[in-house]
């Protein structure tokens, strides 16, 4: 027996109309013209999509009259009579959102919305014109112009409570005058207003702009607005920004990478910043004496000018981010100061840093009075200053200076050259990423920048040879298999904080080692003994280079030594210098060294007889050419007892042991970072054995 399926069919070819009476449809109906609704209600159209043209014209104008949430081609809403938006739904228990696909039209003093007790609609998407003639679309869902094959026009006169661009190519404000009255959302697309067709921002309403979205021209602002940025991305702002600086009043960066300014901006009650808010060009001004919020102190800062007009005395008065502060103690300590600018820009040298040898981050400190008149003295102020340090990231700032980080200190630039201030200890905060110290006693405005004392600028150039990856006839070259062999870098995942000799070196944390410079053969340790003062000896950890340079984990040959490990004012100069290595034997400069500027340039050759104690004896000899014999540290030592480790240390013995030799038959075939791979190619063979029995003691 076959279903019999009941439709209620109504064919509208001209005009139908329904008066005094409610609209209940159960079945469906097929609009090819117009449907008026002039009084009563529509309580149910159970289909999903209505064609034609539907008007709801209802009169009364304290009568509520529902609008069915469903699909229409085209939606007309007139005269005073309310209408409200229901909230049926889908089979899926979802609400579903009433849809326009040809044109939404509200005329005559019409109220169109989403509020009423016990309705919770969802939001209104329009998606071709619409027209709004002296007319309300009220409620707290948004009327969504929503495109993403053509542009829209949009012909408003009337008011919005929330009015969604969502047009990628874009909403053309083709008849203009009508109001926001809460919020204003640009989410994709550009929102192409202009003077001749502009709008207004009515008092206390909130402008929020997505990534991938814009205001073509600024609207008129009745009083105050707040905006939002959003989405994944970066953004320049556009037309939402005010002109009159006290008409902004909250202001939240949240969107994931950087707003860029394209005009001045000011704040005048909240600043919260998610991302990096970059001022390079126009000043971001805060009026509000209460600190700016950064919700992400691993990523979130202002770089740029900014200026804060209100600065309170006896607290931080914070810039650009959590770390960056001025602080008054009272009323004479802020002398006749009423705004302060800092122009601090996020991994920029310093403008007067030629050499770039100071921390990636300027400092440009100003002051003004009641009058606007700059200020340079009479005042004194704790300042405190960050800056960005991880080994490991992109945005690092500190410019190779991290095995100096205890030293860094600020300086101000006096014309000609840099002037040591006595600023604090810099603290690192690690889980975010941060260096920050504080000056004191800042008592002038001017420019600053991070760096090392200028009363300590000395060197060392040395470079040594290893016999185990010496390349025969390479006339000084080595192999570089720990750090591009079969393996993969060994230098990172074979490095042990508790191996010798990489345990010597004190105040080192290995997890902050991510990369090591290209070419390198392994590490060594470089340490350097007082010669007066046997208590003062301090160690390097660094890198030997493929032609024998042994250079830092920048890669740089200038090996710094810091104000911490030896300060000449307290101090001889003179240091006896050992170079450690895991399996070659040790060695010592034959006479101290001076750590003095003046031998900056000096190259120390440790694979020289005529330079390291005990040499030709305490050396190997790997190459003969015609006019030099080559000379390298010899292979073979496995440090496992105490003997062992006292021979390297006092570099009393170059030669093997037993030991040293025979526990690589043990490990034949094993592959790593291993203390008796003589070789240094990352897998025990017989070779490595060959080494240290040719370098035993007789």
């Given at each position: 027996?076959?279903k019999?399926i009941?439709?209620?069919a109504?064919?509208?070819?001209?005009?139908?109309?329904?008066n005094s009476q409610t609209?209940?449809s159960?079945g469906?109906?097929?609009?090819?013209g117009?449907?008026?609704?002039?009084s009563?209600?529509?309580?149910k159209?159970?289909?999903?999509?209505?064609?034609?043209?539907f008007?709801?014209?209802?009169?009364?104008?304290n009568?509520?009259?529902?609008v069915?949430?469903?699909v229409?081609?085209q939606l007309?809403?007139?005269?005073?009579g309310?209408?409200i938006i229901?909230?049926e739904?889908?089979?899926?228990?979802?609400i579903?959102?009433?849809?326009v696909r040809?044109?939404?039209?509200?005329?005559?003093?019409?109220?169109?919305g989403v509020?009423?007790i016990g309705?919770?609609?969802?939001?209104?998407?329009?998606?071709?014109?619409?027209?709004?003639?002296?007319?309300?679309y009220?409620?707290?869902?948004?009327?969504?112009?929503?495109?993403?094959?053509?542009?829209?026009?949009?012909l408003?006169?009337?008011?919005?409570s929330?009015?969604?661009?969502d047009?990628?190519?874009?909403?053309?404000?083709?008849t203009?005058?009508?109001e926001i009255t809460?919020?204003?959302?640009?989410?994709?697309?550009?929102?192409?207003?202009?003077?001749?067709?502009?709008?207004?921002?009515?008092?206390?309403t909130?402008?929020?702009?997505?990534v991938?979205?814009?205001?073509a021209e600024?609207?008129?602002f009745?009083?105050?607005v707040?905006?939002?940025y959003?989405g994944?991305?970066?953004?320049?702002t556009?037309?939402?920004?005010?002109p009159n600086?006290t008409t902004l009043?909250?202001?939240?960066?949240?969107?994931t990478?950087?707003?860029?300014?394209?005009?001045?901006?000011?704040v005048?009650?909240?600043l919260?910043?998610r991302?990096?808010?970059l001022a390079?060009?126009d000043t971001?001004?805060?009026?509000n004496?209460?600190?700016p919020?950064?919700l992400d102190?691993?990523?979130?800062e202002?770089s740029?000018?900014?200026?804060?007009?209100?600065?309170?005395?006896?607290?931080?008065?914070?810039?650009?981010n959590?770390y960056?502060?001025?602080?008054?103690a009272?009323?004479?300590?802020?002398?006749s100061?009423?705004e302060?600018?800092l122009?601090i820009?996020y991994r920029?040298f310093h403008k007067?840093?030629v050499?770039?040898?100071?921390?990636?981050r300027s400092?440009?400190?100003?002051?003004?009075?009641i009058?606007g008149?700059?200020?340079?003295?009479?005042?004194?102020a704790?300042?405190g200053?960050g800056w960005?340090?991880d080994?490991?990231y992109?945005?690092d700032e500190?410019?190779q200076l991290?095995s100096s980080f205890?030293?860094?200190?600020l300086?101000?630039?006096?014309?000609?050259?840099y002037?040591?201030?006595e600023?604090t200890?810099?603290a690192?905060?690690?889980?975010n990423?941060w260096?920050h110290?504080n000056?004191f006693t800042?008592?002038?405005?001017?420019s600053?920048?991070i760096g090392l004392?200028?009363?300590?600028?000395?060197?060392?150039?040395?470079?040594?040879l290893?016999e185990?990856?010496?390349i025969?006839n390479?006339?000084?070259?080595m192999r570089m298999?720990?750090?591009?062999?079969r393996?993969?870098?060994?230098?990172?995942t074979?490095?042990?904080?508790?191996?010798?000799?990489?345990?010597l070196?004190k105040?080192?944390?290995?997890?902050?080692?991510?990369?090591?410079?290209?070419?390198?053969?392994?590490?060594?340790?470089?340490?350097?003994?007082n010669?007066?003062?046997?208590n003062?000896k301090f160690?390097k950890?660094l890198?030997?280079?493929?032609d024998?340079?042994?250079?830092d984990i920048?890669?740089n040959?200038?090996v710094?030594?810091?104000?911490?490990?030896?300060d000449?004012?307290?101090?001889?100069?003179?240091?006896?210098?050992v170079i450690?290595?895991?399996?070659h034997a040790?060695?010592k400069?034959?006479?101290?060294?001076?750590?003095?500027?003046?031998?900056?340039t000096?190259e120390?050759?440790?694979?020289?007889?005529d330079?390291?104690?005990?040499?030709?004896a305490?050396?190997?000899?790997?190459?003969?050419?015609?006019?030099?014999?080559?000379?390298?540290?010899r292979?073979?030592?496995?440090?496992?007892?105490?003997q062992s480790l006292?021979?390297?240390?006092?570099?009393l013995?170059?030669?093997t042991q037993?030991?040293?030799?025979?526990?690589v038959?043990?490990?034949?075939?094993?592959?790593?970072?291993?203390?008796?791979?003589?070789d240094m190619d990352g897998i025990?063979?017989?070779r490595?054995?060959?080494?240290s029995?040719?370098?035993?003691e007789?």
């Open positions: 027996m076959k019999l009941l439709h209620i109504i064919f509208v070819l001209g005009v139908a109309f329904a609209l209940n159960s469906k109906i097929e609009n090819m117009t449907i008026k609704i002039k009563g209600q529509v309580t159209l159970a289909q999903d999509t209505i064609d034609g043209r008007e709801m014209l209802q009169q009364p104008l009568t509520f009259f529902s069915p949430n469903i229409y081609g007309v809403i007139k005269n005073k309310k209408k229901l909230d739904k889908d089979q899926f228990g979802r579903k959102k009433l849809i040809d044109s939404l039209i509200m005329a005559d003093s019409a109220r169109f509020n009423y309705l919770n609609p969802e939001v209104v998407i329009a998606q071709s014109s619409v027209t709004n003639n002296e007319s309300a009220q409620g707290k869902r948004d009327l969504v112009m929503q495109n993403y094959v053509m542009q829209q026009d949009l408003a006169n009337g008011k919005f929330r009015l969604n661009i047009n990628p190519f874009g909403v053309n404000v083709k203009g005058g009508f809460e919020k204003l959302t640009l989410t994709k697309g550009e929102l192409q207003n202009s003077t001749a067709n502009n709008f207004t921002m009515k008092d206390s909130e402008i929020e702009r997505f991938g979205a814009s205001l600024t609207p008129k009745e009083n105050n707040n905006i939002t959003s994944v991305g970066s953004l320049v556009s037309g939402e920004v005010p600086p009043r909250n202001l939240k960066v949240n969107n990478d950087s707003l860029i300014l394209s005009k001045n901006i000011t005048n009650d909240t919260q910043i991302a990096k808010l390079l060009a971001l001004t805060y009026t004496s209460r600190n919020i950064y102190s691993s990523y979130s202002v740029g000018y900014f200026r804060r007009t209100s600065i309170p005395t006896g607290q931080n008065v914070v810039f650009h959590p960056t502060f001025v602080n008054f009272d009323a004479q300590a802020i002398g100061i009423q302060i600018l122009d820009r920029t007067y840093d050499s770039n040898s100071k921390v990636q400092f440009d400190f100003y002051a003004f009075d009058n008149d700059e200020i340079f003295g009479g005042f004194t704790d300042f200053f960005r340090v080994t490991n992109w945005n500190t410019n991290i205890n030293e860094l200190i300086q101000k630039w006096n014309g000609l050259d002037d040591d201030l600023s200890l810099p690192l905060d690690d889980p990423n260096g110290s000056y800042l008592n002038s405005t001017g600053y920048a004392s200028s009363l300590l600028s000395i060197f060392v150039q040395s470079k040594v290893l185990g990856s010496y025969p390479s006339q000084g070259r298999d720990m750090w591009n062999g393996q993969g870098n060994l230098l990172l074979g490095l042990n904080q508790n191996q010798f000799p990489i345990n070196v105040n080192i944390d290995i997890t902050q080692i991510k990369s090591v410079p290209d070419s390198v053969v392994d590490w060594v340790v470089v340490e350097f003994r010669s007066t003062d046997p003062l160690s950890l890198l030997v280079r493929y024998g340079r042994i250079v920048y890669g040959p200038n710094r030594i810091s104000k911490n490990e030896f000449p004012k307290i101090h001889d100069s003179s240091f006896d210098v450690f290595h895991r399996n040790s060695v400069s034959l006479t101290p060294i001076e750590l003095i500027a003046e031998n900056n000096r120390y050759n440790f694979s020289s007889t330079f390291v104690m005990g040499a030709p305490s050396l190997k000899l790997v190459d003969i050419s015609t006019d030099k014999n080559i000379y390298a540290l292979a073979g030592y496995y440090v496992n007892d105490t006292s021979n390297m240390l006092n570099v013995n170059p030669f037993r030991d040293d030799h025979l526990v038959w043990n490990n034949v075939s094993t592959f790593g970072y291993m203390m008796f791979d003589y025990i063979t017989t490595d054995f060959n080494m029995w040719n370098n035993r007789e």
